[in-house]
Every structure is written in C-alpha cells, then in structure tokens.
C-alpha cells in the first residue's frame, strides 16, 4: 500500500508540473515566435536588421509613444526608408516575424530596417543582423 501511495504522490506532481511548464508556454511574448508566410506572396531581399525601443536613448526627441504613422506604440512595428517601403508594407523579418512598416529613421537607408521592442534591454539583446533575408509583400 506505501508504495502505491508514493506512486500516486508522484504521478500527481508529475500532472502539476506538466500544467506548469503547459502555462508558462503561453506567456512567451509574441515576439519570439517566428511565423512562416507563403513565398509567392512576398520577394525576399537582403537587409541589415537594427532594433529600437521607445525610450530616450534609441528615439532621442522623437521618443513621444507614437511611430511616425500617429499610431501609439505597442506591437510589432518596423522603422523602414519610407521611399521603398511606405507605411503599411507588410514585412516578414526572421527571428523578429510578420510585421508592418509604421514608422522611419534618419539612418534608415535603403535596404535598413528598424525592428521595434518595448524595452531597451530586448533591443539591445536583438542588436544588429547583417544579411537578414527579409520577406516584403509584393
């Protein structure tokens, strides 16, 4: 009977646990996941990727919580050269996903994307990618 008794002890935790870890799966900020889009529907072009967050440090004086769009921040955006991708163009970058270009930079040129992130730590962390194949809608 006492080894049934640890048996069900054991059996229960082991139930507790997998609700946790079941839990905690679905805190993961959106931003980690990586969403595939259908090929025909988007050019893929080679792009230097850099991050930003709204604070002082990446947006200087134009750290006002809106992207040049008038939206207020808060989802995924993209800082793109407006000339080549307008606002609304909607771009699958790797790693970062599918986001849309609501905002731009002075030093954002050409092939330059800005991938936005709500605190400066995870921009930081995301830093600069060179040779990003990035998915654009045709």
Not at 17 to 24: C, D, E, M, P
Not at 68 to 81: C, M, R, T
């Amino acid at each position: 009977m006492k080894i049934f008794k640890s048996f069900a002890f054991g059996l229960t935790c082991m139930t507790i646990i997998a609700l946790i870890v079941v839990l905690l799966r679905e805190q993961v900020p959106s931003e980690y996941y990586v969403t595939e889009t259908p090929e025909k529907d988007f050019e893929t072009v080679l792009m230097e990727v850099t991050a930003y967050c709204p604070c002082v440090l990446c947006c200087e004086d134009w750290s006002d919580n809106h992207f040049a769009d008038g939206s207020q921040v808060g989802d995924k955006a993209i800082a793109a050269d407006t000339r080549y991708y307008p606002m609304g163009t909607k771009m699958d970058v790797p790693g970062y996903g599918v986001a849309i270009v609501k905002d731009r930079g002075g030093a954002i040129k050409g092939n330059k994307l800005d991938v936005f992130f709500m605190n400066h730590k995870t921009a930081l962390q995301w830093g600069r990618r060179k040779n990003v194949n990035v998915k654009i809608r045709k």
